[in-house]
């Protein structure tokens, strides 16, 4: 199929996009990789009056430490993702969860920013969000403000970004030596959105967990935090029984759609078995 | 050094060498020209707007609006195609009793599946005819949608074509008789019920048709992303009523095809009509979903089947029943019955089988059409009979080497007959057993699969022996009154400077043919393949055959070239004779010199010849009438088909926890006579494996309750991708047949054929410490799952 015919335009500033959308009212629509919105428009699911191109927008790239937080510009591109030494370095669940996210030809154009204002609830990079617990800043007519990612995720695509507004930058707290990781998800093929994701980060008192944040990802309409997990698993030492009060205690915090291709308890079943191997990772890692 | 000389040392020996195929390299840079590539002058573009119901009544079409969409140049409903289309009808005579409604290029009074063709639209871009189909307001009424096989046959349930009573296409009966008495003797009944989804082919090219009518002569010239453009040119001809000889078909390059691109498409008509009614040309490209909603889907069988086998496995007798479902209408011209008509005709025929009994049922449903796809009906059938196989093996105590062992038909049998009628020339089932068991040593396999087993990692190891119809007689579509060749054509020509071409009938979907062809012409002319120029896929350039399908190409296509080749060179060896004033029998051909047979002394030079020939005949000797060009038609004789046989061999690692499935290798040995050449055929078979491992593991048509298709796109339907794909290990047997002088038979549908059927046997088999079974395909996790039990 064809897109709908469409206006382009191109600002060189975050001000200057801001004003565009806003003198263009909804028909608007911002594009930076593409690797989403494109596709969308070719099946004609959105037919957006005008682009706004921000992938030429300095103020959108890069990446830098400040103190203790990691800025990653919106404009970051997954395959710098999957490269960049400071990514690497204070927030390795990104760089874990890279590999994994479509193939290298998308990750080659598709940007971090792009993918967590879209925040498709079966894609790898939201969910790290909660995992990390980042924070998006978001410029708007108003100006700038920094939403924790807990905060962020509302409903099926919807986050805490306002109509207009745009991401401009995810903030994350560097990682330390006495944090844990492991991400992984069940896809049918290499690529795939995946039936099940799970990434975790942990900071570690040798054997004892003092904090973990667990988050899924394909389990509804948006990317969700196992809590009761994270209390089950708070304070204790990361060991076989606590792996299973771990799962046991998963129901709680999940209630996946039951879609025809993927029942229901079969995805609880899988973000069991999921999980307990990574928190098994851990403590290999450990 | 000293080794001695092999018939690959003579010159031009090129028959059974892995040379590279000459269009290649212009493919891969790019520069290849598709359907999607021409463009004409005055070219307008085609759009449909489609069904959104499997079932409803038109009540109204109102296209006014899209008339007045801007760049719109027509407008065209069902009604206007009728006036100008004769209906065709999917049936062929020697399925007595197989009926199927008549079909128009677009619906008049009814759609019958979701995404049908209900409005075209014509636009200066296929942007603006898009934009047009929006447009188009159409009222329905909603029928209730048919789509369930067993719902379908119910007494109560809706009727897709009111006038046939029922949704029954056509049925099938086998019976050899003795079934009943052998299961009562029996020791052992096997029973299981298999289940195929729907998959479909997934070409790289879409389908693509421009349609260019002159109306001044008048003439029609489709280019056409088909296999048959013969067959096309035929119907294009009969139903739009253009004579013959003014219709022209061009195939140019075709970016796969796989049975998916033999077919009429309502579309592709529609297009051919559409450029009557303009005077233009018109193009219409599928786009994604439109292949998802409208190319053919395959399979979708439900097979039911007992083995009855006596104390020491031997298979007494096999009872079958196989419900497939195939759309609201037969395809046309080749019918949607051939695939459960082989399905039937398949199933046991690798083994020494007496009684046999078989059912099918052939269903209209509310779903896209089902037809021919590669290795039609083979998948089903193999998987049907290996599975039983190994269940037989399970109840005798046997293994799967030993219980095929004592079953297949011996190596020294032949020729003989199946229970179903198919006549045998020659197979080498236990050469081709004997042969996988030592690639894939089987042994080290099977301790390796114990020792893991206690570490928790379960692994399967699955064999399936298959039998393929390759170079079908008349006796395939002829005989049911298709007017589809058996037969294949060549033009074979030496050009003034000594170089040949060969126009052939068979076509080139980038599996290779042409390489095929021209190897086979430069050895038995005797000249360097690089003076070879093969073309293909014209109907106004190359002489009526049957193009390419159904493993044709090499076996009757290639016999057709070698036929042709001969004739020149008898031709060539008679002007040459009158020149050097010598014996033609004394003479031969090699590097493209007329040589001294017996010594191999150059005479005179091929070029030199044709210059003669051409330029100055004035200096031939009196009477010589060169004939430097022949044309040569070659139809098979004997055997209805040249069956091939193979095994392939399936290892697999099952994650018992999530149901997953790694294929970590997978093995074939086949028999397709005579290899021509020999990386072709092994990329035909990997190609071929990686569709039956589709079928096996990924490529299912989902549909809901109400006939909607739910995965219609690249994301949701999972095509086999090289990550998932494991290493294939070929070997070869060679079993030449002698109903030909090339000896070959077809090699493109063995690896679909059995691929599936192994990895359902080594799936199976990675179970079995779980007591758990598993007989519908695609083997998905979720169906793992749930045959484990954690669901």
Partial sequence: MKARAFSYARPSTVEEALETFASAGDEASYIAGGQSLVPALALRLQAPQLLIDIAHIPALRGIARRENWLRIGALTRHCEVLTDPNIARYAPLLREAAPHVAHPAIRNRGTLGGSVALADPASEFPAMMLAMGAELEIAGPQGTRRVAADDYFIDLFQTAIEPGELLIAIHVPAVGPHHRWAFDELARRRGDYAIIGCGMLGRFAGDRIDEIRVAFFSVGNTPVRARHVETALTGGRLGPDSVAEAQASLAADLSPPDDEHTPAAMRLHLARVLMGRLLGRMMVTG | MNAPLSFLDRPNSYIGRSVPRPNAKRLLNGQGRYVTDIVLPRMLHAAFTRSPH????????????????????????????????????????????????????????????????????????????????????????????????????????????????????FRGVLDTGGVDDAFASACHIIEEEFRFARHTAVTLEPRAIVADYDPNEPRLTVHHATQTPYQFQDLYSRHYGIAEASVRVVAPDIGGSFGMKLHVYHEDMAVVGLSMMLGRPVKYVADRIESFVSDIHARDHRVRARMAIDAMGT??????????????????????????????????????????????????????????????????????????????????????????????????????????????????????????????????????????????????????????????????????????????????????????????????????????????????????????????????????????????????????????????????????????????????????????????????????????????SDTLP??????????????????????????????????????????????????????????????????????????????????????????????????????????????????????????????????????????????????????????????TPARVLKALGHI
């Fill in chain 2, 622 to 779: 009196p009477g010589t009438q060169a004939q430097l060009s022949v044309a040569h038609h070659y139809a098979p004789q004997g055997y209805p088909f040249a069956f091939t046989n193979g095994i392939q061999g399936c290892h697999v690692e099952l994650d018992a926890e999530t149901g997953f499935v790694r294929i970590l290798k997978h093995w074939v040995v086949e028999d397709c006579g005579r290899i021509i050449n020999p990386l072709l055929v092994d990329e035909q078979v990997r190609g071929g494996v990686v569709q039956g491992l589709g079928a096996a593991f990924f490529e299912e048509c989902v549909y809901s309750e109400t006939g909607q298709l739910t995965n219609g796109s690249l994301a949701d339907y999972l095509v086999p991708m090289a990550f998932e794909m494991p290493d294939i290990e070929i070997g070869h047997v060679e079993t030449p047949t002698l109903d030909t002088q090339l000896g070959a038979k077809g090699c493109g549908e063995a690896g679909t054929a059995a691929a599936s059927a192994a990895a359902l046997n080594a799936v199976n088999d990675a179970m079995a410490p779980f007591g758990a079974t598993i007989s519908q395909l695609p083997m």
């Fill in chain 2, 54 to 169: 499997a079932h409803a009544r038109i009540v109204s079409i109102d296209v006014s609006a899209a008339r007045q969409m801007p760049g719109v140049r027509l407008v065209a409903t069902g009604e206007d195609f009728a006036r100008i289309c004769k209906p065709w009808v999917g049936t062929l005579d020697h399925f007595k009793g197989m009926k199927s409604p008549p079909q128009w290029p677009l619906p008049i009074d009814k759609v019958v599946w979701s995404g049908q063709a209900m409005v075209a639209i014509v636009a200066d871009t296929r942007a603006m005819a898009e934009d047009a189909t929006e447009a188009v307001q159409v009222e329905y009424e909603e029928l209730p949608a048919v789509v369930d096989i067993d719902a379908a046959r119910s007494t109560g349930s809706p009727v897709i074509t009111p006038e046939f009573g029922d949704n029954v296409c």
């Fill in chain 2, 315 to 616: 298979i007494l007798a096999i009872d079958v029943d196989d419900v497939t479902g195939i759309g609201a209408f037969s395809a046309y011209p080749r019918t949607s019955a051939i695939e459960g008509n082989q399905v039937i005709r398949l199933i046991g025929a690798p083994y020494r089988l007496k009684n046999y009994r078989a059912g099918l049922q052939v269903v209209f449903q509310n779903k896209v059409q089902m037809s021919q796809y590669r290795a039609v009906g083979h998948p089903i059938a193999c998987t049907v009979t290996e599975r039983l196989v190994d269940l037989a093996a399970n109840k005798a105590g046997l293994d799967a080497f030993e219980v095929r062992a004592r079953n297949l038909i011996r190596d020294d049998a032949y020729p003989c007959e199946s229970p179903t009628g198919y006549r045998f020339e020659a197979l080498s089932h236990e050469v081709c057993l004997a042969k996988l068991r030592t690639m894939m040593d089987y042994d080290s396999l099977r301790s390796e699969q114990r020792e893991l087993r206690n570490r928790g990692i379960h692994r399967g190891i699955g064999i399936a022996t298959f039998v393929e119809i390759s170079n079908p007689s008349p006796a395939f579509y002829g005989v049911g009154g298709a007017r589809i060749s058996s037969q294949d054509g060549a033009i074979v020509s030496i050009t003034p400077s000594g170089d040949v071409r060969c126009l052939i009938s068979v076509t080139e979907q980038g599996q290779g043919t042409e390489t095929v062809i021209g190897q086979i012409v430069a050895e038995h002319l005797g000249v360097d393949r690089d003076r070879v120029k093969v073309i293909t896929g014209d109907t106004e350039v190359t002489p009526h055959g049957g193009a390419t399908w159904a493993c044709r190409g090499a076996g009757i296509g290639g016999e057709t070239a070698l036929q042709a080749a001969n004739k020149l060179k008898a031709n060539v060896l008679s002007v040459a004779s009158a020149i050097l004033q010598d014996h033609a029998g004394k003479l031969d051909i090699r590097n493209g010199w007329i040589v001294d047979a017996s010594t191999e002394q150059q005479r005179i030079e091929l070029a030199e010849i044709a210059r003669l020939a051409y330029f100055r």
